[in-house]
């Protein structure tokens, strides 16, 4: 069953049909993309729409769409994800975003990646939610760092999805486990 959370400010719940132009837009925001091999296209926004639905009703969870709970404005997507790509942690969980420019700066992705932590080892009982992204990425790296969670020097890997010889191919790791 997909995931419904609330936090002070936010919400968090399954996808719907009527959200698709609003993710859209966000990743044709080339600032918001800045850490990403290029804007997404038509095709892959609706590709990530559809892998979501999926995700959601075998896993549970997802990257999912977010609200601002007092204007129920589009914040962007936050969500725990299996990891199926090769990697030396196949087959763990991931936590993630990506919030509108609009919405930077808030808390919003701390607020809202503390309740899916406390989803992760609450009710999914994981052992350990990682998290990745390019090293220059400060932004996420210092959410990563709010959350608690800590780095893993060693754990650094050539993320699979992103173009040989790319830049952002090679990714940084953190980890978290329950207190």
């Known amino acids: 069953m997909p995931l419904n959370l609330e936090t002070e400010r936010l919400l968090l719940r399954p996808w719907m049909d009527s959200d698709f132009e609003a993710y859209h837009a966000m990743n044709q925001d080339p600032v918001v993309r800045e850490f990403y091999p290029g804007l997404q296209s038509l095709e892959k926004s609706r590709d990530f729409m559809r892998r979501a639905t999926e995700q959601e009703n075998h896993y549970g969870y997802f990257f999912q769409p977010v609200f601002e709970r007092k204007s129920g404005d589009f914040v962007g997507h ?48 994981l052992p350990e939610v990682l998290a990745f992204t390019v090293a220059t990425n400060t932004r996420s790296r210092r959410v990563m760092e709010k959350l608690g969670m800590q780095h893993d020097p060693e754990g650094g890997f050539d993320h699979p999805s992103v173009p040989e010889g790319h830049g952002f191919r090679p990714q940084v790791l953190y980890r978290i486990s329950p207190h």
């Open 78 to 125: 936050l969500g725990l994800a299996k990891i199926e790509f090769e990697a030396p942690f196949t087959g763990g969980t991931e936590i993630g975003w990506m919030l509108k420019r609009q919405f930077w700066g808030r808390g919003y992705a701390v607020e809202m990646a503390q309740a899916l932590l406390g989803h992760a080892f609450g009710e999914l009982q």
